[in-house]
């Protein structure tokens, strides 16, 4: 298994492209599966959970071809993917393939919108909590769903189709958001998704379903309407900023110092974060072509903060903010309100000498002056991105292991931090 090593003390500087978003690339290749014709997305990134997806698809008989390089075309770009879903070849999305990855759970929207019957097994994807999956459940039943639980698959049938209908969520989820939404776009009738979450990627997945045919109002707001269409048609579309990538390299500079420019990333998508950062002590100004982020000199300060959906404090950033807040002057408070085991980088973060305590739902982190690298362990995808940036700020060396994690959300995690001055690089065995 290959692992990470990182020498902390350099500060970054220079250019951090910024990749597509995953969690905007995982729906949106989804989506292929709501039409016949070719949905071509340009902007995404090169990550395991695009290449597992991509192998979930293809079980289902979609074509997938990637462009080759182009003459003058960037190594550092996204790539541009067609996928086709002529015809839907099986229905099933099996528990080999499912539990690797949550997000892929949902083709049961767009494959029982589209066939009628969908048979798909329990998600599986990080270790963050229980992760259920009853809105989905809720929500297909309200759109006319027959729904019954066999042997650790959930399997849908709808013979007559799917009928617009309310569908009013408990509490915001992304995903239900996105399987719902996609599959009210071939339901009869109108939807209304109440409580519908607002988050960019949902907002890039409905702008993506409109140029494929759909009507849709509403999105990035609580309430999203949808008139259902009898079909879909082909589309392209190009995969949003990742916020989450932009945040956690905005969170690496005010650790470590220096001045970098994060290229193509859009601040109007991760304000809280943004905001939050320079209460800490980071300077942070939009240009023309993405986010300049400084730290020279002076401290990080301590700054309390709690997860919320869009537009608060995003939990896949809470990781990389205790990271930073390990060497903050004072105390802060980290309390996380969406997921309820989301706090496993704490003990690997305590063996680089962070003063960090859990009570509930709440982190308490007690800056330290110092960090000190040693063996870590990634747990999940976020969690084990907060273990190399708090090493590019220790002393010495960090070896973060089981970095196949890391994989799953970050491209060129390495490559691009090398690119500004840090000292890491990937040991393979
Ligand atoms: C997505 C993101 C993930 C992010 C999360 C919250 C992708 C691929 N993943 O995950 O990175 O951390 O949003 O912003 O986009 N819940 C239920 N029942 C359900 C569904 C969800 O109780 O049927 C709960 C979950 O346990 C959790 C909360 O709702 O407590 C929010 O989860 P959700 O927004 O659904 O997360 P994901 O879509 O899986």
Sequence with gaps: MDSIKVVGGAELNGIIPISGAKNAALPLMIASLLTDETLTLSNVPRLRDVAQLTQILQNHGVDYSVNGKRNGQDELEGQTVHLTAREIVDTTAPYELVSKMRASFWVVGPLLARCREARVSLPGGCAIGTRPVDFFIDGLAALGADIEIEAGYVVVKAPNGLKGAQVVFPKVSVGATHTIMMAATLASGETEIVNAACEPEVVDLANCLKAMGAEIEGAGTPTIRIQGKPRLHGAHHAVVADRIETGTYAMAVAMTGGNVLLQGARGDLLESALHTLRQAGAEITEEANGLRVRRNGNG????????????????????????????????????????????????????????????????????????????????????????????????GETSVSRVYHLDRGFERLEDKLTRCGAQIERISG
């Design 300 to 395: 990080i300060q301590a700054v309390d903060i709690t997860t919320e959906p869009f537009p608060g404090f995003p939990t896949d950033l809470q990781a990389q903010f205790m990271a930073l807040m390990t060497k903050a002057e004072g105390r802060s408070c980290i309390t996380e309100t969406i997921f309820e085991n989301r706090f496993m980088h704490v003990q690997e973060l305590a063996r680089l000498g962070a003063q960090i305590h859990i009570e509930g739902r709440s982190a308490f982190v007690d800056g330290v002056g110092t960090l000190r690298g040693a063996p870590v362990m990634a747990t999940d995808l976020r969690a084990s991105v907060s273990l190399v940036i708090a090493g590019l700020a220790a002393e």
